[in-house]
């Protein structure tokens, strides 16, 4: 009896566990994209799309300001190879003014046409965290 009880206590508390755990980010989602520095109380990377251009990765990335005062973000991309290698040099961290309430769109072409994967790096200078 007691080896059953210390059985289904053992079964209860990984079946718990599991259900506490959140599950990963799907392929491709934002949250797999997107590499942010410090909290963002206000913008947010609300949608990303790709597409070819003359081989190249092409990247619209629409960014979301949910307060009422205007934010500051700074952006740049990372360019990735098929095995997850750097592409080129680090990009200057580029300034953006979101206007409050509104969504602004950032426009990318990759460097190279053996990019096949990104990250786009944010921060704002009202976040706990600096580029």
Same mark, same amino acid.
């Given at each position: 009896m007691k080896k059953l009880v210390l059985?289904?206590?053992i079964v209860a508390t990984l079946t718990l566990t599991a259900c506490a755990t959140p599950p990963p980010p %799907?392929?491709?989602?934002?949250?797999?994209?997107?590499?942010?520095?410090g909290m963002?109380?206000?913008l947010v990377v609300s949608n990303i799309?790709?597409?070819?251009?003359?081989? %190249?990765?092409? !990247?619209?990335a629409e960014i %979301?300001?949910?307060?009422s005062n205007n934010q500051q973000l700074l952006y740049r991309f990372k360019w990735l190879d098929r095995g997850g290698m750097v592409i080129?040099?680090?990009?200057?961290?580029?300034?953006l003014l979101v206007y409050a309430?509104?969504?602004?769109? !950032?426009?990318?072409l990759a460097p190279s046409p053996q990019v096949?994967?990104?990250?786009? %790096?944010?921060?704002?200078?009202d976040n706990s965290g600096n580029p």
């Open positions: 059985s289904l206590s %799907l392929p491709n989602s934002i949250l797999t994209k997107v590499e942010q520095y963002m109380d206000y799309v790709t597409t070819k251009r003359n081989h %190249l990765m092409a !990247i619209q %979301l300001n949910t307060d080129g040099d680090d990009e200057a961290w580029q300034p309430g509104q969504q602004q769109t !950032i426009n990318a096949t994967d990104f990250r786009i %790096l944010v921060s704002s200078p």
